[in-house]
């Protein structure tokens, strides 16, 4: 014992005397060229001589190398491989930003890797702190790399996952295996993600899911901005709330006000009045309840297990908060499909809450009942997701096919009253200014009694089986009756006539997927 404190008082004075000479005795001649890490200052020094490594124990010791400094309780320095060996209340640090600590330490000088271990080991770099149980720090590149479950806190996210990598030069994350990131805007999950802490981008690949108080979004590969909350979305993507979901096949979101913009197959579906909105490319204003879509657009609305079909080039589709109604807009080469009609022309509306469909610019209508209305402008009344009633304005012509005769009836005016019973036939025309009509008059027995055709400005026909049983006249009216055997084909029609039954739009072309 006295010997070995004799010894170690020796090597202490050495030390202190004589560093170089020290320096050039105990090392290697190998080791000589080499970056080697440096003592700055230990409790307790001791000299371990083993065949092929020469080595030193140190207590409390301080260790420099490149910039760094290394600490802990108890360290083996290996002079020949330049590799430390460190427990107990290890810690390095690296200049004024990057320190960890942990209890157990290697590393290797040479290649500056440095293996922290514990139950708890921690890399705090300045405004972010990582925790996990093993941290591999390349030092000269500034990468830390964990296998074990990890848990990232700034000031204001909290990001965990099992496995990744953190570059404390460019500030970037990268998670691999059940990510996770929470703030108080939101919780984030994944599979993989890079995160930039200066930038606050976040940049995922894998089955994603962003949520917040406003919604979830359901992604794969993409980015958000964890401080704007902007994010763009670059496969299929679903934005899902409490009012609407848009999916798309790429989508870009703004956080603060949920706006969004999708392309590619895009669908909106607003849930309370079941309402959905198609198109190549949508954009939805959350604040304003407005959505704008184009390109193969079309809208279904599901109304008594019914539904209706509006295509357009372009849609829009407006919001009232007040009781969740809607009016849709579509503008330009419009078609319409319901079971009971269908029709086209060129811009419509339908509001939701009145159940009133109005169509613009040479608007003209069918239905399988077997009848054609036209005129400048068609407003349709619904009850009941029912056609109940149609107001024809300007040059209107009604139009019915007479399969007994095989003919049609005929009946024009400035304005039109169409009033249907249930199965959509046609009860009641009312004309009002400039009336004419043409229609067969059959007896008892349903045979063919002749055509008749009347002018007068007002005019009531009521209708059966397509057929009219009754007409009233308001005013004097001016008409004949022709027999079967003299009516010659011109006083078949009406001038304007023109039976358009191959133009009526099909379920499969009001949705784009017929020519």
Same mark, same amino acid.
């Given at each position: 014992?006295?010997?070995?404190n004799?010894?170690q ?8 005397f ?5 320096a050039?005795k105990?090392?290697?001649?190998s080791?000589q060229?080499?970056d080697? /890490?440096e003592?700055?200052?230990?409790d307790?020094l ?18 420099k190398?490149?910039?760094a400094l ?5 360290? &083996?320095?290996? *002079? ?9 209340? #290890?810690k ?8 960890v600590?942990g209890?157990?330490?290697?590393y ?6 440095? &293996? ?8 705090k770099?300045?405004?972010r ?5 093993k941290i ?6 500034g990468i830390?790399y ?5 848990r ?5 996210n ?8 953190y ?6 994350f990268?998670?691999? +295996?059940?990510? +996770?990131?929470v703030n108080k +805007? ?5 599979d ?9 981008w976040?940049y ?17 590969k ?8 902007q ?6 993507t679903?934005?899902?709330n ?9 989508? #870009? ?6 706006d969004?913009?999708g392309?590619?197959?895009v669908? &909106? #579906? ?6 959905i909105? $198609?198109?190549?490319?949508g954009y ?6 407005y ?8 809208v279904r ?8 079909y ?5 849609l829009?589709?407006?919001? $009232? ?6 009016? *849709?807009?579509?503008?330009?080469n ?17 509001d939701?809450?009145?159940?009133v469909?109005?169509?613009?610019? +040479?608007?003209i ?12 402008? &068609?407003?349709a ?5 029912? *056609?109940?009633r149609?107001?024809?304005k ?8 007479d399969?007994?005769?095989r003919?049609?009836?005929q009946?024009k005016?400035?304005?039109?009253n ?5 199965? $959509?036939?046609?009860?009641?025309v009312? /004309? ?6 043409a229609y067969?008059?059959v ?7 002749g055509? $008749?055709?009347?002018?007068c400005g007002k005019m ?12 009233a ?5 001016d ?10 084909p011109?006083e078949?029609?009406?001038e ?7 133009e ?12």
């Amino acid at each position: 014992m006295i010997e070995r404190n004799i010894f170690q008082l020796t090597f202490f004075a050495l030390l202190i005397f004589s560093p170089y000479l020290f320096a050039q005795k105990a090392l290697p001649q190998s080791s000589q060229s080499e970056d080697l /890490v440096e003592i700055l200052k230990s409790d307790e020094l001791e000299i371990i001589n083993q065949p092929g490594d020469d080595s030193r124990r140190v207590t409390n010791g301080v260790f420099k190398h490149k910039g760094a400094l290394l600490y802990s309780n108890l360290a &083996i320095q290996h *002079l020949s491989s330049n590799m430390i060996e460190a427990f107990g209340n #290890v810690k390095i640090v690296q200049g004024d930003t990057v320190t960890v600590t942990g209890d157990t330490l290697l590393y290797y000088g040479n290649t500056r890797l440095a &293996i922290v271990s514990g139950k708890k080991t921690v890399l705090k770099d300045r405004k972010r702190t990582l925790t996990t149980r093993k941290i591999e720090y390349d030092m000269a590149n500034g990468i830390a790399y964990y296998k074990q479950p990890g848990r990232t806190v700034d000031e204001e996210n909290v990001l965990t996952s099992k496995e990744g990598f953190y570059n404390t030069a460019t500030k970037e994350f990268t998670y691999y +295996k059940n990510v +996770k990131l929470v703030n108080k +805007k939101y919780t984030l999950t994944t599979d993989t993600l890079l995160y930039n802490s200066i930038t606050k981008w976040s940049y995922f690949n894998g089955k994603t899911k962003i949520v917040n108080k406003d919604g979830t979004v359901a992604a794969t590969k993409g980015q958000y901005n964890t401080e704007s909350t902007q994010s763009a979305f670059h496969t299929r993507t679903t934005v899902d709330n409490e009012t609407y979901t848009l999916t798309a096949d790429s989508l #870009v979101v703004d956080g603060k006000t949920n706006d969004g913009r999708g392309k590619g197959n895009v669908v &909106i #579906v607003a849930k309370k009045d079941r309402t959905i909105l $198609n198109g190549d490319e949508g954009y939805y204003w959350k604040t304003k309840g407005y959505s704008k879509i184009f390109g193969h657009a079309y809208v279904r609305n599901v109304v008594s297990e019914d539904t209706m079909y509006i295509r357009a080039d372009t849609l829009y589709s407006f919001e $009232n908060t007040r009781d969740s109604t809607r009016k *849709l807009v579509g503008d330009r080469n419009v078609f319409i499909y319901k079971s009971d009609f269908q029709g086209k022309c060129d811009s419509i509306t339908y509001d939701t809450a009145d159940s009133v469909i109005r169509f613009f610019r +040479k608007p003209i209508l069918w239905s399988d009942q077997h009848y054609q209305m036209e005129a400048d402008s &068609i407003t349709a009344f619904l009850v009941s997701n029912e *056609l109940n009633r149609m107001l024809l304005k300007g040059k209107s012509f009604v139009i019915t096919e007479d399969t007994l005769v095989r003919q049609f009836n005929q009946v024009k005016g400035r304005t039109i009253n169409a009033y249907f019973q249930a199965g $959509n036939k046609l009860k009641q025309v009312l /004309v009002d200014g400039n009336g004419e009509s043409a229609y067969y008059a059959v007896d008892d027995k349903q045979k063919n009694i002749g055509l $008749n055709r009347v002018e007068c400005g007002k005019m009531n026909l009521l209708f059966e089986d397509n057929r009219v049983r009754r007409i009233a006249f308001i005013g004097k009216p001016d008409g004949k009756l022709i027999p079967p055997s003299k009516i010659k084909p011109a006083e078949r029609q009406l001038e304007g006539f023109k039976w358009r039954i191959a133009e009526k739009p099909t379920k499969g072309k009001t949705t784009w997927q017929e020519k």
